[in-house]
């Protein structure tokens, strides 16, 4: 098991892939109109996230990481959930996922 | 300090002297609807009451004692107590005699005069009030009593010259008393702050006493004096504040016999001799206040020539009998200013009870241009003003030339004061004498209607003439000249008073025997030949004053005042009305608000740009989180 | 921790109760329920007990924000039987999520472990999404809760990045070893932990809608129900503040230089946000959203001077911020209904025709305004007083000025009230409403004059 | 247990008063205000034999922070808790000639106004001070804005949050106090005997002077009064006027001097300046004013002005003097505003010009008011002359030209007043059919109770020397 330890990447390598890929949820979110899309970028984020932890808990040898992925994986399937509902609402009621529509509640 | 000696027992009938016309204030004020026809009866009697009572004290004190008590404490702070006293000597003796005694006879006068006005009552309640204040300003035993009565005096002088009040000149020329009183009263206020700051105190006492350790001449005793003196310009009607007198002859006539004739105008002059010794120690504003006084004497007997109401004349030749007290003031002559004082009172109180029953007489008409001949049809009130004028001109034996003759010996020494003062007795002369002649001879001018309503007046009106008369002829022998061998009364009384300033000056300027029978003969030769002028002018050849608009020239300066009036209203009221509005509208409402609206103005636009950030839009409100965010990164990694 | 079980046990309740017929007795049930949770929650005082692997700790901290958690509940559920009256066929799952919101926000207030905070957050999040579009046909509905949800997760997987990036240098989610990791390595501490920390107070910051993270705060105030509005911003406000103050005060405790700078700028910037923007505003609830901002702006101060721990002073103002929005909510409800407008307008002549509406309105205004002898008073008197005593000269200057600010957008509510004239037709309120607004007036009162019973209980 | 007391009466009738109806509140309302003036004079009593021991009374609010409500009793404080209790009862019955929409709120947030006026004046503590301060300012905001006349809510709203304001700024520079002082507490006696460094007292000197410049007000903070007196029901400007700006001025006594003394020396000379401009300012203002209510107002800005600079002159004399004079002009504007109702109630106007000739019709009235405008030029024997005196004396001790400048208030009050008392008293009736009704009961005995004053306190001050001197022994060197 040693050997396998030695031979994996610096753990900064996970750190700037799961930092990488949460910047590409950001921007995904900053850059798309689609609803759906950004919905996807958040997911992203998420994953990113959930990369993280695994690779801190792998150096560090402490599951309380790995255990916390799979809380926030069943979360985010929750808040999936509830964002596509909202979105179907959306769509039914304004024909649209485009989320510049969304712009009634200002000022 | 002199020895007080206290006679306790005047204590109660001295304190009664200003309470009873108090009480008949009072009385009349609150019960004037039940005491309609008693009342002005109760008023006079309550006066008579204290002239009684005022006989009884100079009886009983003479010129030796004085009564200074001091009833309680008025104003106190830290270490400082001002306090409510009464003081009673030779020179309050005087005054309390004769604001009481013409008090009462102008009292009985009224009612007669004042018969048929609606206002009977409340006419005699503010009377009594003014003589209750009257007495407290020259009873007081320091200068806050004093100031008490002093801006008392200017109340009674508001309402009484506002008397009716319906008619609105009148009343502007109550509040113009009222203000230009006020003018005045400041003067006397910063006087008493700094006689409380430099010689510690307020009472008569105290500051005569520290002054007197002062060295002559000190700056903070003419600083003193001369604030004091604005106070006396106001309330005695001198250059520059003298315009309110002849204004003031809107009240009713028995107001400006009392008020604006024989007593309350004549407070400034009380006041100085009051304070004698300070003026005496400060030679800078007895200067001064002898210039004032002259130029009064003559400015005013100048405008008094061409005047045409019958009250206006008086008015202006009081305003010049005033300057002429101040110009003996101002010579450190005293008594003679006070002695003047009373003779002036009794015949021009007597001068304008004698207007007020040809007033009377004429069914409220004051225009002399519309009388003559009155002499068949008013004997008893023609006489007595006869009497007055000849007083006023300063003809012997009556009692204007004592006093008047006192004053010029003791302007003698400064022969330009003594040219400008002989100048406006002379001036005085023909105007009074213009003015009889127009009044009394020649063929009545006025309506038929007027003429058939011609008729002496009631008794009430002419007792106090023919008492006042007789005053007018005797009071003068109260004071002898030397040259008379006969012992001068009035100085010998009022000595006391005068004593320390008589040191303080020096031996006064004496003339000697043969220069002041010259001087009388001066005075009367003078005084005579005026009145010649006048019979030419109005006698002989029967000319009446013109109209208004026929006059021209340096006459009709004259007959308008010089346009004093107008010049103050330019000058003073005009610009602070303007100003006010300045203020209102372009401080107030312009600069100041503007600071207060513009900084709620400015909170609220920065709110409503604010809101245009707030697009709506979330891809926007993501972006500017993750901009905020990055801040937040930042702000962490610097700190 | 008991607390936590049952509410969640009432929450299911209610979900099941539409099965067992039970429609009419489930908010009377819940309500009960919640009044006896509150109860139970108050026997824990001075437990101080871990659960869980220590997942939750129960402390008097906890107890003491979990009773006013509860309370605002307790509240908002009185008043959602009247509220949903139109909509009987949904009151099991409204009940349902709102209780659900409130085991959210009681597991943000006892955790003792990053995983239990994030659990927490999402609880709440989730079910206020679906509240705050729980009006289908309502488009601005459906954009609150969209808006609503779309920053929410976004800021949530910030709130994840930091715990990791947290876990990642300290190596454990609890929050006592992670500040004993901090403790222990002064000026050792990597710059990846900081991040985390930035990021995780991010999150909190935008739940709390603090500036610059308010952008959602408006709109979905405006757009949701103006019950679920009312709950918004009053459970969620005091909750999130709870729990950022707890991070501050626990976690970032040994670090709280690095926190200064940034909980600083974030109070400005909050203060003068909510307080002018406020200003313009027509709409109501939108009006209250920005008042809570700067009420917001007001806590900051709070989480600034955290390293004095000023515990009483955050209950009692968050108190004082419950009593008042709830007590305006109580009567705006009723007055939108009769007049079909959420508008300020709304409020015209309430003066004339219900005095006694509009003389309550008018306290829960003052109390909002912080003007004596309401609570709202004290409350801000505290807060200044902390913040001065921390050393916060100009920050706490600041928010003087935007109090006065503050008072005239209040006020523009009252002069609708008493100055314009309105429609002859009373607005009648039913007895829940008025029951609702009895209690937090007369407490409201009650603490300003009497406030020891609250601000000294730690 | 007492200063409760002086507190609580109030407070019950208040509440009692909400629940009645039209006459029965106002009926009320003057019971309650009798029975709070027999209670103040009780409390006179005591105070005079035994001190401020029965008044002593400290509720402890709250630990951490340290809250404080201490009640108790000083000269100064008697002094003022009496002025109130005695012109509500007037207030209250000035309001008996006129009928009055919701007369039971009104009145009730009038009873509410007298506790926080009470409180503001008994209070030892600037916390509970300041709680007082604050709750005095709702009922009268509410009272103006409701009962008000044209443009009362911007009007009204303007003086709310200008006062607030202040106040606001008062607190922070209390609770700076709080915190620095060594143990953590905002009582007077103790915020007294240990000064804050006198590098810091400047600033604090200016926070606390806002609060109390605003709501004297002290030109040029003034700018909220004239248009809030204009549009105040006019028992609420009595309030206003007679009371409420006392507590201005009152607390520059009680709250400025002793607590940041060097800075009050250190701004002593622009607070100063400031009031006497002021004096002179708003008296030239009120000379051309239209609106006999801001008419009053402006004079009442010159009145107090000269108050607040006898304050800054920090003598004896001028804190004594000032003492006198905010009782006095505490009657007299409220008489005078009073004068200002039934006029403006009978003829239907509120101008200065075109009313005139009423003294023809209604004597009685022209008289009272008379005195009433005599007190407040300052006539010697009136009370507004004793209160004038001591003032002008004591800016005269500060500087001289000052005192002329300031002085000029005795000329320029006469000329406003009088202008105003001859234009709308004197003269013949300008408008058609006057009516002119001559005082009714209530009226007469308003009047006649503050005319009794003006010369009771005019020949007679002692008593308010007796009482506030040994204060005042303690407050200045």
Redesign the interface.
């Known amino acids: 098991m040693k050997e396998v330890i030695t031979n994996t990447p610096p753990q900064n390598w996970y750190l700037v892939l799961s930092t990488l890929l949460f910047s590409i949820g950001v921007m995904g979110v900053l850059l798309r109109r689609n609803a759906i899309i950004i919905l996807m970028c958040i997911e992203l984020m998420l994953n990113s996230v959930n990369l993280l932890l695994v690779s801190f808990s792998a150096y560090a040898g402490n599951t309380d990481g790995q255990v916390f992925v799979f809380f926030i994986m069943v979360v985010a399937a929750a808040e999936v959930a509830v964002g596509l509902a909202l979105l179907v609402s959306i769509y039914r009621n304004l024909g649209s996922t485009d989320i510049d529509v969304l712009s009634k509640l200002k000022g | 300090m002199e020895q007080f000696i206290q006679p306790i027992n005047l204590i109660g009938p001295s304190l009664l002297v200003p309470l009873l016309p108090l009480l008949g204030f009072i009385l009349l004020t609150f019960f004037g609807k039940q005491l309609k026809t008693f009342g002005p009866w109760i008023a006079s009697l309550l006066v008579l009451g204290s002239f009684v009572l005022s006989v009884y004290i100079f009886s009983s004190l003479g010129n030796e004692n004085n009564l200074d008590y001091d009833l309680f404490t008025w104003l106190r702070w830290g270490d400082v107590s001002l306090n409510f006293g009464i003081l009673i000597d030779p020179l309050s003796l005087i005054m309390l005699l004769v604001v009481t005694g013409i008090g009462f006879l102008i009292h009985l006068y009224s009612i007669g005069y004042m018969h048929h006005d609606e206002g009977f009552v409340r006419f005699f309640a503010y009377l009594n009030l003014f003589i209750f204040f009257m007495l407290l300003l020259v009873m007081g035993n320091s200068y806050l009593v004093m100031f008490i009565g002093w801006e008392g005096v200017g109340l009674c002088s508001y309402l009484l010259i506002g008397f009716w009040f319906t008619n609105d000149a009148y009343n502007d020329a109550a509040k113009k008393a009222f203000i230009m009183n006020r003018i005045g009263d400041l003067g006397f206020l910063l006087g008493m702050f700094l006689m409380l700051f430099y010689l510690g105190g307020l009472d008569y006492a105290t500051v005569l006493g520290s002054a007197s350790s002062m060295e002559k001449g000190a700056p903070i005793l003419v600083a003193i004096t001369l604030l004091m003196f604005v106070g006396a310009m106001g309330k005695s009607a001198q250059i520059p504040l003298y315009t309110w007198l002849p204004d003031a002859m809107a009240g009713p006539t028995p107001v400006s016999a009392l008020i604006h004739a024989a007593t309350m105008v004549t407070a400034g002059i009380y006041m100085i001799v009051r304070s004698n010794i300070l003026y005496s120690l400060a030679p800078f504003t007895l200067e001064i206040v002898m210039w004032v006084g002259v130029a009064t004497s003559l400015f005013a007997a100048i405008i008094g020539i061409k005047q045409n109401d019958i009250k206006k004349v008086l008015a202006y030749s009081t305003v010049s009998q005033l300057g002429l007290m101040f110009a003996a003031l101002g010579l450190g002559a005293y008594t003679s200013g006070m002695f003047h004082v009373v003779t002036h009172a009794f015949f021009k109180a007597l001068l304008f009870l004698g207007a007020g029953s040809v007033i009377h007489a004429m069914g409220g008409e004051q225009d002399m241009r519309r009388m003559g001949g009155l002499w068949k049809y008013i004997r008893l009130t023609a006489i007595t003003f006869l009497i007055g004028t000849l007083a006023i001109s300063g003809i012997f034996p009556f009692a204007g030339f004592f006093s008047k003759d006192e004053i010029l010996a003791a302007a003698f020494h400064h022969k330009i004061v003594w040219v400008l003062l002989s100048v406006s007795s002379m001036i005085t002369a023909f105007y009074m004498f213009r003015l009889f002649f127009l009044t009394f001879f020649t063929t009545f001018r006025g309506t038929e209607e007027e003429k058939h309503h011609l008729h002496e007046s009631p008794w009430t009106m002419t007792l106090p003439l023919a008492v006042l008369a007789l005053f007018a002829i005797g009071a003068g022998f109260l004071g002898m000249p030397s040259v008379m061998h006969m012992p001068h009364w009035f100085n010998g009384f009022l000595a006391p008073v005068v004593e320390t300033s008589k040191t303080i000056l020096g031996e006064s300027h004496h003339v000697d025997h043969s220069t002041e029978i010259m001087l009388m003969l001066v005075a009367t030769a003078l005084a005579i030949s005026s009145i010649v002028i006048a019979y030419v002018f109005y006698i002989s050849k029967k000319s009446i004053p013109e109209s208004d608009e026929e006059t021209k020239g340096f006459a009709k300066w004259v007959s308008n005042k010089f346009y004093i009036d107008e010049l103050y209203d330019r000058v003073i009221v005009k610009p602070v009305m303007v100003l006010s509005d300045i203020f209102h509208v372009v401080v107030d409402k312009l600069i100041i608000d503007l600071f207060v609206n513009a900084s709620a103005w400015m909170v609220g636009f920065t709110g409503r740009t604010l809101r245009l950030v707030q697009t709506g839009n979330t891809g926007f409100y993501i972006f500017v989180m993750v901009i905020a965010m990055m801040v937040l990164l930042l702000i962490q990694l610097v700190q | 921790m008991n607390t936590l079980i049952y509410t969640s046990v009432l929450g299911f309740f209610c979900m099941v109760a539409e099965i067992l017929n039970l429609r009419k007795l489930i908010v009377p049930i819940v309500v009960l329920g919640l009044a006896i949770i509150f109860g139970l929650n108050l026997l824990d005082w001075n437990l101080n007990k871990s659960f869980f692997n220590d997942m939750l700790r129960v402390d008097n901290f906890s107890v003491a924000f979990s009773g006013l958690a509860i309370f605002t509940s307790l509240l908002v559920l009185i008043m959602s039987g009247d509220y949903y009256q139109k909509e009987q066929g949904y009151i099991s799952d409204f009940t349902a999520i709102l209780v659900f919101i409130l085991v959210g926000g009681l597991m943000m207030l006892s955790f003792a472990n990053l995983?239990m905070l994030?659990?927490g957050v999402?609880t709440l999040s989730?079910a206020l999404?679906?509240m705050a579009?729980s009006r289908?046909?309502d488009?601005?509905s459906?954009?609150?809760?969209?808006?609503y949800?779309?920053?929410g997760?976004?800021?949530?997987?910030?709130l994840?990045?930091g715990?990791?990036?947290i876990?990642?240098t300290s190596?454990?989610?609890n929050i006592y070893t992670i500040a004993e990791y901090t403790a222990n390595s002064q000026g050792n501490i990597s710059?990846?932990f900081?991040?985390g920390?930035?990021?995780v107070?991010?999150a909190m910051l935008?739940k709390v809608s603090a500036a610059?993270?308010h952008?959602?705060a408006?709109?979905?105030y405006?757009?949701a129900p103006a019950l679920i509005t009312a709950y918004m911003s009053t459970l969620v406000k005091v909750v999130g503040f709870a729990a950022l103050y707890k991070l501050l005060t626990v976690v970032f405790y040994y670090t709280s230089?690095?926190t200064?700078?940034?909980l600083n700028?974030?109070a400005i910037a909050t203060l003068i946000?909510g307080n002018?923007?406020?200003?313009?505003?027509d709409n109501f609830k939108?009006l209250l959203a920005y008042s809570g901002i700067s009420h917001a702006g007001y806590l900051m101060l709070l989480m600034m001077a955290s390293h004095e721990l000023p515990t009483?002073?955050l209950l009692f103002y968050g108190l004082g911020y419950v009593l008042s929005t709830l007590a305006a909510f109580a009567i705006a409800i009723p007055v939108f209904e009769a007049e079909g407008s959420e508008n300020i307008s709304a409020f015209n002549g309430l003066?004339k025709k219900n005095?006694i509406l509009a003389?309550a309105l008018?306290m829960a205004m003052?109390g909002l305004a912080g003007?004596?002898?309401f609570i709202g008073?004290?409350g801000k008197?505290?807060i200044?007083?902390?913040s001065?005593?921390a050393g916060f000269?100009y920050t706490?200057?600041i928010a003087?000025?935007c109090?006065?600010?503050g008072?005239?957008y209040y006020?523009k509510v009252?002069?609708a009230m008493?100055?314009?004239p309105g429609n002859d037709q009373k607005v009648s309120v039913s007895f829940t409403y008025a029951l609702v607004l009895g209690l937090t007036l007369a407490l409201s009162l009650y603490l300003g004059?009497?406030?020891?019973a609250i601000?000294?209980i730690f | 247990m007492l200063s409760l007391l002086l507190l609580l009466i109030p407070l019950t009738f208040s509440i009692v008063i909400w629940f009645t109806k039209g006459m029965v509140s106002r009926a009320a309302a003057l019971v309650g205000t009798i029975i709070q003036l027999a209670f103040t004079a009780y409390c006179y009593n005591v105070f005079l034999e035994a001190g401020n021991k029965p008044f002593e009374y400290i509720y402890q609010m709250a630990v951490k922070p340290n809250l404080v409500f201490h009640f108790s009793m000083d000269g100064i404080s008697m002094l003022m808790v009496l002025l109130t209790n005695l012109l509500l009862p007037l207030i209250v019955l000035a309001g008996f000639s006129r009928y009055t929409d919701k007369a039971n709120v009104f009145y009730s947030l009038m009873l509410l106004m007298q506790m926080a006026l009470n409180g503001v004046f008994i209070s030892f503590d600037a916390f509970g001070y300041y709680i007082f301060w604050e709750l005095a300012l709702i009922p009268i905001y509410f009272i103006a804005f409701i009962w008000g006349g044209q443009d009362r809510a911007a009007v009204t709203l303007k003086f709310f949050i200008y006062t607030l304001a202040g106040s606001l700024l008062m607190l922070f520079g209390f609770i700076y106090l709080y915190t620095y002082s060594p143990q953590n507490s905002l009582d007077w006696e103790v915020l007294r005997a240990n000064p804050i460094c006198s590098c810091e007292q400047g600033w604090i000197f200016w926070m606390l002077f806002a609060a109390f410049a605003i709501k004297i007000p002290i030109v040029p903070f003034h700018t909220w009064q004239p248009d809030t007196y204009k549009t105040a029901p006019t028992q609420g400007t009595m309030l206003l006027s007679g009371i409420m700006l006392k507590m201005g001025t009152y607390s520059l006594i009680r709250w400025l001097l002793p607590i940041v003394p060097d800075g009050f020396k250190e701004w002593q000379y622009v607070a100063i300046t400031l009031s006497v401009i002021g004096v002179v300012y708003a008296s030239v203002i009120a000379i051309m004013q239209r609106d006999i209510k801001k008419l009053l107002a402006y004079s009442s800005i010159a009145h107090v002005g000269l108050i607040s600079a006898g304050v800054f002159t920090m003598s004896r004399v001028g804190l004594q003097g000032s003492l006198v004079q905010m009782f006095a002009h505490g009657v007299n504007v409220v008489g005078l505003f009073f004068c200002a109702e039934i006029i403006m109630n009978r003829t239907g106007s509120n101008q200065v010009e075109g009313i005139g000739g009423i003294r023809k019709i209604a004597p009685r009235f022209a008289g009272w008011f008379l005195v009433i405008v005599l007190a407040s030029v300052a006539l010697p024997l009136t009370n507004g002359f004793v209160g004038e005196f001591m003032l002008l004396y004591s800016v005269y001790g500060y500087n001289t030209w000052l005192s002329v400048f300031a002085g000029l208030t005795i000329i320029l009050g006469a000329v406003y007043m009088f202008r105003m008392y001859q234009k709308v008293v004197l003269g013949e009736p300008m408008l058609e059919n006057m009516q002119f009704e001559d005082l009714k009961w209530n009226e007469q005995l308003v009047l006649g109770i503050i005319g009794i004053l003006i010369f009771a306190l005019g020949v007679y001050p002692e008593p308010i020397f007796e009482l506030t001197e040994p204060v005042l022994k303690t407050l200045t060197p």
């Open positions: 995983t994030f659990l999402e989730i999404y679906v579009g289908r046909f488009i601005r459906n954009e609150a809760g969209f808006k949800f779309l920053m997760s976004f800021a949530s997987a910030f994840l990045f715990i990791a990036l876990f990642g190596g454990s989610f710059p990846l900081y991040t920390m930035v990021m107070i991010f935008f610059p993270f952008f959602w408006p709109d979905v405006e757009g230089v690095k200064g700078l940034i700028f974030v946000v002018l923007m406020a200003l313009a505003q939108r009483g002073s003066g005095p003389a008018s003052l003007i004596p002898p008073f004290l008197y505290y200044f007083t902390e001065l005593q000269f706490t200057l003087i000025i109090s006065i600010i008072v005239y006020f009252i002069i008493y100055g314009k004059i009497r406030p020891g601000i000294n």
